[in-house]
């Protein structure tokens, strides 16, 4: 059956109970997309900041602390690993890799859209990946627009208490759901969903964008039904846009191109909604996803008004590479040592003792 085939199926279906088949070949095709294809939209972010240098630091590299509070837990590093995969073989051992890592270096970790695991329990362990990193802070995932596709917050706390989760978050992806052959459209009263979903679950929700940014209006609105935190998930690096084209065919092809660089910029989000929330006095961590390449971003974002930096694609590839005789897990360990080192070196070089103090330390355009 092709896509389009089973697609006229699912919107039907669209309900949990929907075609665990589709969802199967779907995670593998986003898999061996993400890995082989150039997926990214253009535009390198705030390569338009930069740090004033402090030729005298006056302390020691070895005291450049990059520690983070966030969701109520201090972590080593302000980074993210960002909610991606499982449900499939493949999708479970990228996971499991990225959960040692993100165990070892004390940071958090999403999963990819536990969907799945509502249609059919004999998921659950493609999910699972407590038996490997049992203390690792783990953030559950599923689409929010599933709210209006038969995702219950029953269903939620199930996850949540199965997995053994953190925390969860909702995804909104508006346009990969338009451009995705088999995709769920209707967007209807999901803001009252999401609120019901924020008092009833016993952990805290984080909304995520997935590459389009999200607007300081939507940004207020979020923080209106209490929202734990917001994740502002901009353009500059994968584009699901683009891929759900490259998974299509007649015109979700030129959709998916035309499209590939459709959305608010990381920074420019983070700025913005980082704006807001000063001059409304929220308090409410902000994530920026999307294009998080290297530490010397990961301290400009941070800067900027963010908590946490999300990383998504490098670390993914690093968990599937299998190149000059290194395990993907030490591949991961060494990316993410180079978020880690240039991270710290920006800190020192800028005289930044903790991640608090780089904010007096940017320049560039105008800043919150
Ligand atoms: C292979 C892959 C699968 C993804 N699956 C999900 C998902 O299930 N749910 C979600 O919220 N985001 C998903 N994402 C999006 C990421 O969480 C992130 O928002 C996006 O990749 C941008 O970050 P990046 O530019 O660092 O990759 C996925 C990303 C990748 C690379």
Redesign the pocket.
């Known amino acids: 059956m092709s896509i389009e085939e089973k697609s006229n199926n699912s919107n039907i279906l669209s309900t949990i109970e929907d075609n665990p088949e589709l969802m199967i070949s779907r995670k593998n095709d ?2 061996s997309i ?1 890995e082989t294809k150039d997926v ?1 939209s253009l535009g390198e972010n705030f390569s338009q900041y930069f740090f004033t240098p402090e030729a005298l630091p006056e302390f020691h590299f070895n005291e450049v602390n990059t520690s983070q509070k966030f969701l109520g837990q201090t972590f080593s590093l302000p980074i993210l690993i ?4 499982g449900g499939v073989a493949k999708g479970q051992e990228i996971n499991e890799t990225l959960a040692l890592v993100a165990q070892k270096y004390n940071i958090p970790m ?1 999963l ?2 536990q969907k799945m695991m509502l249609s059919d329990s004999k998921f659950q362990k493609l999910f699972d990946v407590r038996k490997v990193a049992p203390h690792v802070f783990l953030i559950g ?1 599923l689409g929010a627009v599933s709210l209006n596709y038969g995702i219950k917050t029953e269903d939620i706390q199930r996850l949540i208490d199965k997995l053994q989760l953190n925390a969860f ?1 909702l ?1 909104l992806n508006a346009l990969q759901e338009c451009i995705q052959p088999e995709g769920e459209r209707n967007f209807s009263n999901l803001l009252n969903k999401i609120e019901n979903i924020v008092k009833t679950i016993s952990v805290p929700l984080i909304i ?1 964008e ?2 389009s940014g999200i607007s300081p209006e939507t940004f207020k609105k979020l923080v209106s039904v209490g929202v734990a935190s917001v994740d502002v ?1 901009g353009k500059g ?2 584009s ?1 846009g683009y891929i759900e084209g490259l998974r299509s065919q007649n015109d979700g092809q030129r959709l998916g191109e035309l499209f590939r660089n459709w959305g608010m910029r990381t920074d420019e989000s983070l700025l913005a909604c980082s704006r807001l929330k000063k001059e409304l006095g929220y308090n409410i961590p902000l994530v920026a ?4 390449r290297n530490g010397l971003q990961v301290a400009k974002a941070v800067a900027l008004g963010a908590t946490m930096a ?5 670390l ?1 590839r690093a968990a599937i590479s299998n190149e000059n005789g290194s395990t993907p897990l030490e591949t991961v360990e060494k990316e993410l040592q180079f978020f880690q080192k240039a991270l710290s070196i920006t800190m020192f070089c800028s005289g930044a003792r903790t991640l608090k103090e780089l904010s007096s330390r940017i320049a560039g355009v105008t800043k919150c």
């Open positions: 986003h898999i993400c990214e960002t909610g991606m995969t999403g990819g859209s995932n978050a995804h995520k997935v590459g998930g690096g994968t699901w996803t999307g294009g998080m999300g990383v998504g694609l490098p993914f």
